[in-house]
């Protein structure tokens, strides 16, 4: 595990691992949420997927993956100011999410991306 500190002001954002594409973002509460957008058919980065209805097409082969499918990850989180850190296993850098849709997604499933909060 790593912890990575990150400010708040940055999200939503992208946390690269070594076989993860993790979206952060807060939720409607302002607090930090987790949600892993790893293409379930060979890996690919959901979080630069188009938006299509309630899916989002990976950019490597197409595959529609429902927003309700996404995982929301529970990792060990803690808040300092402006500042969130998180413990990840794997970490490999920050990108930027192109998939905005996703990150104000809503619906009325709590086990997965699909908050209800
Ligand atoms: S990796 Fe996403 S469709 Fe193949």
């Given amino acids: 595990m790593q912890t990575i500190t990150f400010k ?38 959901l979080t630069h997927g188009k938006h299509q209805g309630e899916s989002v097409l990976c950019p490597w082969h197409g595959n529609a993956t429902s927003f309700c499918r996404l995982q929301r990850l529970n990792l060990p989180v803690a808040s300092h100011g402006d500042r969130i850190s998180v413990e990840i296993e794997g970490f490999v850098g920050f990108t930027r999410t192109q998939t905005e849709e996703v990150c104000n997604h809503e619906s009325n499933n709590k086990e997965n991306n699909c908050d209800n909060e």
Wanted: hydrophobic share 40%; net charge positive.
């Fill in 8 to 45: 708040v002001t940055d999200l939503p954002l992208v946390i690269r691992t070594l076989d993860r594409f993790v979206l952060a973002r807060l939720s409607r509460q302002s607090e930090p949420v987790f949600i892993d957008m790893t293409c379930p058919h060979r890996g690919g980065p």
